[in-house]
């Protein structure tokens, strides 16, 4: 339904201008075997899914002074919208296809919303994803995307088997330390891995051959390894020296072990694999410990130079 709202600028605009500003961006050329049929201007989108893969869906929602400050610029606010979404299909080894972008901003603001989706869409330009539909409406400042893949062979967190190596890609900690020192220039360096996350599908292709499980870290390793180790029913041994972690935050953060376990939001991918399989590893990542049958139900242990540490037991938690 369409409501009129008034931007801060005074003047009016209502659902059908935003849909019209999101439209002027949408790439004008149709992508080849993009495999929509019907895009944004129907009442549905009409897809044509791939034959002979799975389709993989994902949907995230980001709140203004939850997952991002009203503050931060729009172009990073639509970035990071698709980005996480993008995180998961990566996560689960697909190659992204497809999006839907439902958006409730509190004014019309025409400005902000080509901003945001100059961003949005170009990060979906960069991995063919197609923008299907959506909805605007009136309402606190929040952004949910729908995101569409395939793989012919899905990665999932309960594929996990005893003796697997434990793996990260890139560095973790860096956006958790970001936002803490978010007015220290050390801070500053590392911005662009709280607002401009990059999804890695990269890492994720090269893996899904011989992976067996993997998530992507948006809640802390700690919590995103245990949400892993559940799923298979297997234990975790972590070595902290082993993990991955950008020389700022070591260096201007004593307690960067808490950003590293428990910070969340680094869209890295955690994964496991065999350890016959180590030398199949990308350059940007690092095995970080092993999985192993427990009698005690599946639960992470992390080492320091062999030193068992004593763990919070839980990393970021929504609604908290
Ligand atoms: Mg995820």
Redesign the pocket.
């Known amino acids: 339904m369409a409501r009129r709202t008034e931007n801060k600028h005074g003047s009016t605009a209502d659902e059908f201008d935003l849909l019209a500003v999101i439209r002027q961006q949408l790439p004008s050329n149709t992508i080849p075997d993009s495999g929509v049929c019907v895009g944004i201007g129907d009442d549905c989108a009409v897809l044509q899914p791939a034959a002979g893969q799975k389709l993989v869906v994902s949907s995230d929602t980001l709140n203004a002074g939850v997952h991002f400050f009203p503050s931060d610029p729009p172009e990073a606010i639509g970035h990071k919208a698709l980005a996480v979404n993008l ?2 299909l990566a ?1 689960c080894g697909a190659t992204p296809r497809w999006a839907s972008l439902n958006l409730s901003m509190p004014t019309a603001d025409r400005h902000w919303l080509q901003r945001f989706m100059q961003a949005f869409l170009k990060l979906a330009s960069t991995h063919n994803t197609r923008l299907i539909g959506g909805d605007t409406t009136a309402g606190a400042l929040s952004i949910s995307v729908t995101v569409m893949g395939f793989s012919p062979r899905p990665l999932l967190r309960s594929g996990a088997k005893d003796g697997d190596l434990l793996a990260v890609s890139g560095h973790i900690g860096s956006a958790a330390f970001a936002l803490k020192h978010r007015h220290h220039p050390a801070g500053w360096a590392l911005s662009r891995a709280l607002q401009w996350p990059q999804p890695r599908l990269d890492i994720s292709q090269a893996i899904a051959p011989f992976a067996h499980a993997a ?2 870290i ?1 809640d802390g390793l700690l919590a995103d390894a245990r949400h892993l180790c559940q799923a298979s029913g297997l234990s975790a041994h972590i070595a902290l020296e082993k993990i991955p972690v950008h020389p700022l935050v070591k260096q201007h953060d004593p307690h960067w072990p808490e950003l590293v376990l428990a910070g969340g939001d680094d869209y890295q991918l955690l994964f496991t694999c065999a350890s016959k399989d180590r030398h199949l590893l990308p350059a940007d990542c690092q095995v970080i410990g092993h999985l192993q049958q427990s009698r005690q139900p599946p639960q992470v242990q992390v080492c320091h130079h062999g030193e068992p540490l004593h763990l919070p037991t839980d990393g970021f938690r929504h609604f908290s």
């Open positions: 995180s998961d996560a998530i992507d948006s």
